[in-house]
């Protein structure tokens, strides 16, 4: 992320996009730091291709925006860059300039040099701003623009210079070797404002030290060309965008002011199976993983689980994760608006289809505040459609609504992801008309109208009056009763060696928050907790953790309860408070599935909004490190919405299906899952003999 950028969870989700630093320590580049403004440190000690390339790094400072709860919030940022033309265009990444509203670059002889966006690309993370060189009065001969190198050229072991403004300092370098020139899945991306960069990057993997703020800075070969595009560190390496990609898509940018992508409405992944397919050719095709509802590849008959062989002409190999951003590079160079032939296999028939592809567009479009309402708001794109199950019709979608605003205490609230169709009478078919038509109401001497809201696939009418006047105080909301506990259930051999009697069941605490409330004050660790206000403890499985909040939610908060435990072998009545949950407590049922190695949960809200969840889905809450879901690549976060083809329903019919499979000892399980806006097989391949 961009050095000096606050501590905000759109940023945290950025945690990977760090640059670089040089070390105090630096024998041979240290003076850099803190240079004279004139080119008595460009020394003869130098690299050749250091000193090529150092006049035109640029250190970008930036203020952002972004999307808060209820408002456009401001943020304030540095990154690096490198001149590319005569013209004055700087690349960098999109995370540290494609938001920005405000642009400075600062040169390594201390000018600072207004600048503006050219334009970004999210999905590589490229952006391009343009140094205003007649409002600095500079000759283009002053610039000096760095050369590019051919990235795919690069091998392990090649030596490179990673260059830029750590922590927003002056310009610095580090020197390092290439450790893999095609890194994919070990480099975990987050979303980068609603695009999957790991989708289209192979990144360069080098090991020269990098942190926060040389993010856009360039990575420079031996001759002192840029091969590479500075973007994230992980442990003891770094990532930077092959300056190929990168290349390309800048080029783009400074011709047209953006990168045009063909999308078929289909997403794919590795093949599964190592060996060719009967009627495949050997080692070719990709796993069609997902597929859009009313998308080119939908209305073509294309299906989840069909091999892609060819598009257009062009063949489609993807057998392994690091050549899927190619087989996807295929899939968004292909004609837009004309007519193509794709090859596909369907249980072992080959089938030859027509589709015509249409132009990707972008993920998230400018955001927009309405702070009379508590709102911030966008033109729906594609991707908020589908990810908001929206219908393809005019109107705006909300982002984010403030807590205690006219929007939240409106009757039924606004909710992120509505879709605004109406304002009192008039049709809203842009954000223009929506800033226009609330302008109108809130000029109004009620202040007060009816919304048309489509949420999901409901058509609602929201009734919305005031304007926000101040902060608004938290809402009050509706919480059912827990005792502030953890504990483990207690049942089948682990009860009778705790003494229980004959299918007599109980859970034991296994720890109390230091700050839990008084209402647990006579409730001790290792306590056997058997009734609650009279009613047994009833544990279903050993993985039945909401054993306890059953008897408990239903209960009186602030209202004492008799409580009967065994304590020091023997039978023993406390007291205890019902109180009400944090606003942290999720109480959805849980399960553990231990052979694997992670837990899931029921799911809650509009987890279940998806097509494919409609039928039902569970959500993964915990992988264990090393265990067989990590390694198969499930996530927290997931949905699971089938195993082995067969939908999961509810948490109860998960746990049988799988439960089926593990005493099988399957030597695979795949499951459909959900991530994000897209689904995707994984395939879990447990050892049962470890």
């Known amino acids: 992320m961009p050095s000096g950028?606050?501590?905000?969870?759109s940023w945290l989700l950025r945690i990977l996009l760090l640059a670089l630093i040089l070390p105090a320590t630096d024998p041979a580049l240290g003076a850099l730091r803190g240079a004279p403004a004139d080119d008595a440190h460009l020394t003869d000690e130098?690299?050749?291709?250091?000193?090529?390339?150092?006049?035109?790094?640029?250190?970008?400072?930036?203020?952002?925006?972004?999307?808060?709860?209820?408002?456009?919030?401001?943020?304030?940022?540095?990154?690096?860059?490198?001149?590319i033309s005569r013209e004055g265009h700087v690349i960098t990444n999109h995370h540290v300039a494609g938001n920005a509203t405000y642009l400075v670059c600062d040169l390594p002889d201390r000018r600072d040099l207004p600048a503006r966006l050219i334009g970004t690309d999210p999905l590589a993370d490229i952006a391009v701003v343009q140094i205003d060189l007649a409002a600095a009065g500079l000759d283009p001969r002053?610039?000096?623009?760095?050369?590019?190198?051919?990235?795919?050229?690069?091998?392990?072991?090649?030596?490179?210079?990673?260059?830029g403004s750590p922590a927003a300092i002056s310009q610095s370098v580090t020197r390092g070797i290439i450790a893999n020139p095609r890194m994919t899945d070990a480099?975990?991306?987050?979303?980068?404002?609603?695009?999957?960069?790991?989708?289209?990057?192979?990144?360069?993997?080098?090991?020269?030290?990098?942190?926060?703020?040389?993010?856009?800075?360039?990575?420079?070969?031996a001759r002192g060309e840029i091969i590479g595009i500075n973007e994230i560190g992980f442990a003891n390496l770094a990532g930077a965008i092959p300056g190929n990609l990168a290349r390309s898509v800048a080029e783009e940018i400074i011709a047209d002011g953006e990168v045009a992508r063909s999308w078929l409405g289909l997403s794919i992944q590795p093949r599964?199976?190592?060996?060719?397919?009967?009627?495949?050719?050997?080692?070719?095709?990709?796993?069609?993983?997902?597929?859009?509802?009313?998308?080119?590849?939908?209305?073509?008959?294309?299906?989840?689980?069909?091999?892609?062989?060819?598009?257009?002409g062009r063949e489609i190999d993807c057998g392994e994760v690091e050549e899927l951003p190619i087989a996807n590079g295929i899939l968004f160079d292909l004609p837009i608006g004309s007519?193509?032939?794709?090859?596909?296999?369907?249980?072992?028939?080959?089938?030859?289809?027509?589709?015509?592809?249409?132009?990707?567009?972008?993920?998230?479009?400018?955001?927009?505040?309405?702070?009379?309402w508590g709102v911030t708001y966008s033109n729906p794109t594609?991707?908020?459609?589908?990810?908001?199950?929206?219908?393809?019709?005019?109107?705006?979608?909300?982002?984010?609504v403030r807590q205690g605003s006219p929007a939240d205490s409106a009757t039924p609230p606004l909710q992120p992801g509505d879709l605004i169709v109406r304002v009192g009478e008039r049709e809203i078919g842009d954000a223009g008309e929506f800033a226009s038509a609330s302008a109108e109401i809130l000029a109004g001497e009620e202040d007060a109208t009816l919304l048309g809201v489509r949420r999901g696939p409901d058509d609602l009418l929201v009734w919305i009056e005031g304007r926000q006047e101040a902060p608004p105080a938290p809402s009050a909301r509706v919480r059912r009763a827990v005792l502030p506990l953890s504990i483990q259930p207690v049942t089948g051999a682990l009860a009778e060696a705790l003494g229980l009697e004959d299918g007599r069941t109980a859970v034991r605490i296994t720890s109390i928050p230091d700050d839990a409330p008084e209402a647990v004050a006579e409730l001790r660790v290792g306590?056997?907790?058997?009734?609650?206000?009279?009613?047994?403890?009833?544990?279903?499985?050993?993985?039945?953790?909401?054993?306890?909040?059953?008897?408990?939610?239903?209960?009186?908060?602030?209202?004492?309860?008799?409580?009967?435990?065994i304590r020091d072998g023997a039978p023993t009545t406390v007291r205890a408070t019902p109180v009400p949950p944090p606003e942290t407590v999720d109480l959805a049922e849980r399960t553990e599935i231990e052979d694997l190695g992670f837990s899931v949960r029921s799911l809650v809200g509009n987890e279940g909004s998806h097509r494919l969840a409609k039928t039902g889905a569970v959500a993964i809450e915990k992988v264990e490190a090393g265990g067989w879901a990590d390694i198969g690549g499930l996530r927290v976060g997931d949905l699971i919405v089938s195993v082995d083809r067969q939908p999961t329903r509810d948490l109860t019919n998960f746990s049988t299906l799988l439960d089926g499979r593990i005493t099988a000892r399957a030597s695979s399980i795949v499951l459909l899952v959900l991530r994000d806006e897209a689904s995707r097989f994984i395939v879990l391949e447990p050892n049962w003999e470890d």
């Open 5 to 9: 950028s606050p501590h905000r969870s």
């Open 46 to 83: 130098l690299p050749a291709a250091v000193a090529r390339i150092f006049p035109g790094l640029v250190r970008i400072r930036a203020v952002m925006e972004e999307p808060g709860p209820g408002r456009i919030v401001r943020l304030q940022g540095s990154g690096s860059g490198i001149i």
């Open 142 to 163: 002053d610039l000096s623009v760095a050369p590019w190198g051919d990235s795919d050229a690069l091998g392990i072991g090649t030596e490179v210079f990673a260059m």
């Open 187 to 221: 480099i975990r991306m987050p979303m980068l404002d609603g695009e999957d960069v790991g989708s289209i990057v192979r990144w360069l993997v080098h090991d020269a030290t990098i942190f926060g703020g040389n993010s856009g800075g360039p990575l420079v070969n």
């Open 272 to 312: 599964l199976d190592r060996e060719p397919t009967d009627g495949a050719p050997a080692g070719r095709g990709a796993l069609v993983a997902s597929i859009r509802t009313d998308g080119p590849a939908d209305r073509a008959g294309i299906r989840v689980g069909d091999l892609l062989l060819e598009a257009d």
């Open 339 to 372: 007519p193509i032939e794709v090859r596909l296999l369907r249980d072992d028939t080959e089938l030859r289809l027509d589709l015509t592809a249409e132009l990707r567009g972008k993920a998230r479009a400018p955001i927009e505040e309405l702070r009379d």
């Open 382 to 400: 594609r991707a908020l459609r589908f990810t908001h199950d929206l219908p393809s019709r005019p109107g705006i979608i909300i982002l984010g």
């Open 527 to 565: 306590d056997l907790l058997l009734e609650i206000g009279g009613k047994r403890v009833q544990v279903r499985n050993r993985s039945d953790r909401a054993a306890l909040q059953r008897l408990v939610r239903n209960l009186a908060t602030g209202e004492p309860v008799e409580v009967l435990v």
